[in-house]
């Protein structure tokens, strides 16, 4: 039987059943060609949309006048690279240290990226756009993206990442970054570095990113080893988290191309609980201490923000008024019975009175700053999440402590009191504060006075809008003058940074898309970021830029008097603001009339884009006094 089916004869053009692999031809693979002159490289499996190749087309039966799309070198300038090894790692062998990255980061729940592409970030950036929970948003300059990061967490407590390329994109985040680490915001900037093999003196676009970031960051890496990204990652966030500031992350421009395992890890037990408990001996020493006062005197900051219910609780039960810092502006709104107002350079004379006659200071997450000048020679109760911050003043009860918590435990504990005049001395200082500042909004003044253009912009944005304000004149005199209602705002606190305003919106608005956005800036702050006005209008960002244009550094102006310098170098040649925002796709309105104002700021409100209001006001802060005044204030 054998020998009977060795002799059949089989058809010559049918392969041999019993050897079908030897006999048939192996698919020849793709193979990827390297330019010697730009080092593009020509992959025959996906072809080349640009020069009209289909996939597939192999190196060798491209015409013989094909060019380089990028240098446009001839074929001879081309040769056969080395396929990349298969990884060592098990896993998705088609996910890289980049996908990784950005995979972690959304499960976080981190979906906001600004920056620029480049060189060295083109595998980040690649992972962003093949990952659809991430979003990232194309600045023109990397210190808006970093600002805009800032303020992202400043409105939302959340974190946003910066995203550029080693040397000028890192050092261009420096600013933005300080920002966020003045203010104890938490960001992560997430930066490409060239090769390793070509680091060091000579690199191209290189700097020694570690030790640049070094002094802005309370967490800084470079990704050398594939293996270490996750553990990389999760250290960064634990402590841009948990320290309140900035975390930066380096990634070779080879490794972010790496192949890595895919798997996702949890944050969960990586992060503790941020709200700190004093011991009760503390508590009943701080009790004691309130209940022995008989003026206190509470003055809330930014880490009493998220408290305003239990402040004002804590408030009615030691019947004690509230001021704020600055930055707290808004934590009750202005007409709030127990509100007093700011304490600081843009408060009061008042708010100084009551604050230096007070037997008991108790300050709320306070920073201390210069310009709030809080009086150190006073009794203090102290209360803070930032132990370094503790210990203020020669006769302070420091407590370390999460705001609201302190205070949902002194509550219960503090003697209930009354104070039968600490309403209406609360409603009188209200009183004459606002009369002056009435006074002082003049609507008949031009060029239009600051005073009147913030009283204009306290009755028309909603009571739920978000402002974003820059530095300058325009902050003192909306410190000072704007009335709160319910809306938040954010600002560059204390490294005070000008032009905070524009990118603070952007931020603002890609946060909360549904909500009214304000940007009130001056002529100079807006002048240094306005190149992203136009990623407003790309990224359909409505939102309404109101400028104080006084052709002048108006703070910087104002310094000089204080110093007795002769003023000099703070005269500005502006260009047309509100053609400038047409000439990018917005909209743009001048106003010179104070009866236009009100108008002007409806009307961009309505139209579904960015607008800028160029409002021309007075340098001058006030106007000098009128003849018959001078006379009445003489007899």
Not at 105 to 121: A, N, R, W, Y
Not at 288 to 313: K, Q, R, T
Not at 444 to 455: D, S
Request: glycine fraction near 8%; include cysteine.
């Amino acid at each position: 039987m054998k020998d009977r089916i060795n002799c059949i004869t089989m058809p010559q053009n049918l392969p041999d059943p019993l050897k079908p692999i030897t006999r048939a031809r192996k698919k020849e693979p793709y193979h990827s060609w390297r330019c010697a002159i730009c080092s593009y490289i020509y992959r025959e499996e996906t072809g080349e949309e640009q020069t009209h190749t289909a996939p597939g087309t192999r190196f060798e039966d491209l015409p013989e006048d094909w060019k380089c799309p990028i240098c446009n070198a001839g074929k001879s300038s081309f040769a056969r690279i080395e396929e990349e090894k298969v990884s060592e790692t098990k896993g998705d062998k088609k996910t890289t240290v980049s996908d990784v990255l950005i995979r972690q980061l959304t499960s976080f729940g981190i979906h906001e990226f600004f920056g620029i592409p480049g060189t060295s970030s083109l595998g980040i950036i690649e992972a962003i756009r093949k990952n659809k929970d991430a979003r990232f948003t194309l600045f023109r300059h990397e210190e808006n993206a970093a600002l805009a990061a800032s303020a992202y967490h400043k409105f939302t407590g959340k974190i946003a990442v910066c995203v550029t390329i080693a040397g000028p994109g890192a050092t261009n985040l420096a600013t933005g970054l300080y920002d966020a680490k003045e203010d104890k915001t938490p960001v992560l900037s997430l930066n490409g570095q060239v090769s390793m093999q070509y680091a060091g003196p000579g690199g191209f676009q290189e700097i020694d990113q570690d030790a640049f970031f070094r002094p802005i960051t309370v967490y800084n890496n470079t990704i050398y080893d594939r293996k270490m990204t996750q553990k990389i990652l999760i250290l960064a966030l634990q402590h841009a988290i948990v320290r309140s500031g900035v975390a930066q992350i380096s990634v070779p421009n080879d490794v972010q191309k790496q192949q890595l395992d895919g798997k996702v890890y949890s944050l969960q037990g990586s992060i503790p609980s941020l709200k700190i408990v004093p011991d009760s001996d503390t508590l009943s020493r701080a009790a004691a201490m309130l209940d022995m006062a008989e003026n206190p005197v509470i003055l809330a900051g930014w880490g009493a923000f998220s408290y305003a219910d239990i402040l004002s609780s804590f408030s009615k039960a030691i019947d004690a008024p509230i001021l704020s810092t600055f930055r707290a502006k808004g934590i009750l709104p202005d007409g709030h019975p127990q509100y007093v107002g700011i304490l600081g350079s843009v408060g009061s004379p008042q708010a100084r009175e009551l604050v230096e006659q007070a037997d008991l200071l108790i300050t709320l997450g306070v920073g201390f700053s210069k310009k709030t000048m809080v009086p150190e020679q006073v009794q203090i109760l102290q209360i803070d999440r930032e132990p370094l911050m503790l210990g203020k003043g020669d006769k302070t009860l420091p407590v370390y402590g999460d705001v609201g918590e302190v205070l949902s435990r002194l509550i219960p504990i503090v003697r209930q009191r009354g104070r039968p005049n600490s309403p209406r001395r609360v409603k009188e200082i209200v009183e004459s504060w606002d009369a002056q500042l009435e006074k002082e909004a003049d609507p008949n003044a031009k060029p239009i006075r600051p005073p009147y253009i913030m009283k204009v912009l306290s009755e028309v944005i909603p009571d739920d809008a978000l402002i974003s304000i820059d530095i300058g004149e325009n902050a003192w005199w909306f410190g000072r003058n704007f009335k709160m209602k319910k809306q938040r705002f954010a600002m560059s606190g204390y490294l005070a940074t000008m032009g905070f305003g524009l990118p603070g919106a952007i931020a603002a608005k890609l946060a909360y898309p549904e909500s009214q956005v304000f940007c009130i800036t001056g002529d100079g702050g807006f002048a240094m970021a306005m190149a992203d006005f136009v990623t407003a209008v790309k990224y359909n960002l409505p939102m309404v830029v109101v400028v104080l244009n006084n052709h002048q550094l108006g703070m910087i102006r104002v310094e000089q008097k204080v110093e007795n310098y002769e003023n000099f170098a703070t005269d500005l040649k502006n260009p047309d603001f509100a053609m400038y925002a047409k000439a990018c796709g917005g909209e743009g309105k001048h106003v010179f009339e104070p009866d236009d104002l009100g108008r002007a700021v409806r009307w961009a409100m309505q139209l579904n884009k960015p607008v800028i209001i160029d409002v021309n006001t007075d340098p001058n802060r006030f106007s000098p006094l009128k003849k018959q005044e001078i006379h009445e204030e003489t007899v």
